[in-house]
Nanobody, 116 residues
Framework: QVQLVESGGGLVQPGGSLRLSCAASGSGFSIYAMGWHRQAPGNARAMVASITSGGSTNYADSVKGRFTISRDNGKNAVYLQMNSLKPEDTAVYYC??????????WGKGTLVTVSS
């Protein structure tokens, strides 16, 4: 069983920054990768960034150069530093965990709103 809790979302002006955090807790899981997906109203969930337990990262083209994903394996945590935010970044951001058995888990999301 695993629980994922996101935090750090909020309202920010274009060009601003936010840092999202996600911590996994529970037992009976081993993390292969953690990452962030986002979902704007009416749209499907889309990958933003991911990182493996070994530190390999992957980013959506739309966020490269602006977002940085990092992790703390000891805390089973993942972070997303978001800089130079744009209105199109507005979405609910969901934390994702993939274990070595291929099982995916999701947090309940945190809302990021980029608006003047």
């Amino acid at each position: 069983q695993v629980q994922l809790v996101e935090s750090g979302g909020g309202l920010v002006q274009p060009g601003g920054s936010l840092r999202l955090s996600c911590a996994a807790s529970g037992s009976g899981f081993s993390i292969y990768a953690m990452g962030w997906h986002r979902q704007a109203p009416g749209n499907a969930r889309a990958m933003v960034a991911s990182i493996t337990s070994g530190g390999s990262t992957n980013y959506a083209d739309s966020v490269k150069g602006r977002f940085t994903i990092s992790r703390d394996n000891g805390k089973n945590a993942v972070y997303l530093q978001m800089n130079s935010l744009k209105p199109e970044d507005t979405a609910v951001y969901y934390c994702q965990l993939v274990d070595y058995n291929g099982k995916g888990d999701w947090g309940k999301g945190t809302l990021v709103t980029v608006s003047s």
